[in-house]
């Protein structure tokens, strides 16, 4: 009985200062309740439409909660199909407004890459958290720009490289932390599609039209995990089947990556023929994935016969959950800003590289 008495007045003691501090301190007493965060895309075109908002009614962590368009019919559909509020819908003049909605945390940029920068630095003076698709951006000095504004408003800035969020790409990415096959010695990425269009915005310049910004990044991309590395020199070649469609960009694009470590990457990127491996060749075997970039059905094999087959329901979603999990523990995401703008700083030495028909070094 003595023993049930002191248990008791413990027991009512502790919850009693459990109590007057949670009233004092109740943020490091009992943590918030975690909610989803809410997301609006900018820019409703193929992306955002078939891939991005389906892919809003998977996640866990995020929500559709806003858009914002140029185009009033799109803005009804969208309202009408994912029950989108009126206030909760901008158009480009009014974006700023966004500043003031509490129901959006987070503003998703699916534009042409000419207006990236324009848009993530309007989102992060909004004081909201920006996921931007890739390519980053048109330049470094964009880049530098985009992550310049998020820094000063204490937001997070996410770049849309989603197959760094592929669990047999994050596989991968371990092998060579673990050397598992040894120091890397070749890499070959090649991403492409043949594309029929003859008037679209991936084929004006002034749009950051082109096969390298919008596949290109990826084999680029792959390079940089795959290795570990920041290449150091590249040597580039542009061309075209269809010159009277890539008047002002290009259709196709080989360049040669060279590594610190040694490694050579040999990529290729091109809108006029199909193109989706990444195959790695190290000292003790390797590895390869086919598709390596595609929305679903990621796949491949090692050397010594281990297939990378790992599925998950939709990568946009896993993607996305990520980075809200990031914001909502206030941990790094996992492709920052940063990651971004390596890939654009080699963007610019490739088509030096072609201006200069040769190798170009790449500045750090």
Not at 88 to 99: L, M, Q, S
Not at 106 to 122: G, W
Not at 140 to 162: D, P, Q
Not at 239 to 251: C, F
Request: with cysteine; charged share 25%.
């Amino acid at each position: 009985m003595k023993t049930r008495r002191i248990f008791i007045k413990n027991t009512l003691g502790s919850m009693a200062a459990l109590a007057i501090a949670s009233y004092e301190f109740p943020s490091v007493i009992i943590p918030k309740q975690k909610k989803k965060l809410g997301v609006a895309l900018v820019g409703l075109g193929y992306y955002s439409t078939d891939l991005l908002a389906p892919a809003l009614q998977l996640t866990e962590h995020c929500s559709l909660t806003g858009i914002v368009t140029g185009s009033p019919d799109k803005a009804k559909r969208w309202q009408q199909q994912y029950n989108i509020p009126e206030k909760n819908v901008y158009d480009y003049k009014g974006f700023e407004a966004i500043a003031n909605n509490p129901a959006i945390d987070v503003i998703y940029i699916v534009l042409p890459p000419s207006m990236h920068a324009e848009y993530v630095i309007k989102a992060a003076n909004a004081g909201k958290h920006v996921w931007c698709e890739k390519p980053m951006a048109l330049t470094v000095a964009e880049c530098n720009a985009m992550i310049n504004a998020c820094n000063k408003n204490k937001v997070k800035l996410s770049i849309g490289y989603r197959m760094q969020h592929e669990p047999n790409t994050q596989r991968i990415i371990q092998f060579r932390k673990d050397k598992t096959y040894g120091d890397i010695i070749k890499v070959s990425a090649a991403a492409g599609y043949f594309d029929g269009r003859t008037d679209h915005w991936k084929q004006k310049k002034a749009m950051g039209g082109g096969s390298m910004y919008d596949m290109g990044v990826y084999s680029l991309n792959a390079s940089r995990y795959v290795t570990g590395e920041e290449p150091v020199a590249v040597t580039a070649n542009q061309s075209t089947n269809r010159p009277a469609i890539y008047t002002e960009v290009d259709e196709t694009m080989q360049f040669t990556l060279e590594f610190p470590g040694g490694a050579v990457a040999n990529c290729e990127t091109s809108f006029g023929k199909n193109m989706n491996t990444l195959d790695v060749v190290c000292k003790k075997g390797g590895y390869k994935l086919e598709p390596f970039q595609s929305y679903n059905g990621i796949k491949g094999i090692t050397s010594d016969g281990i297939k990378l087959n790992a599925e998950i329901a939709n990568e946009q979603s896993k993607q996305m959950d990520d980075d809200a999990m990031a914001i909502i523990n206030n941990k790094p995401v996992l492709v920052p800003g940063e990651e971004g703008l390596k890939d654009i700083r080699v963007v610019e030495a490739i088509y030096r590289s072609v201006k200069e028909k040769g190798k170009v070094l790449i500045s750090r």
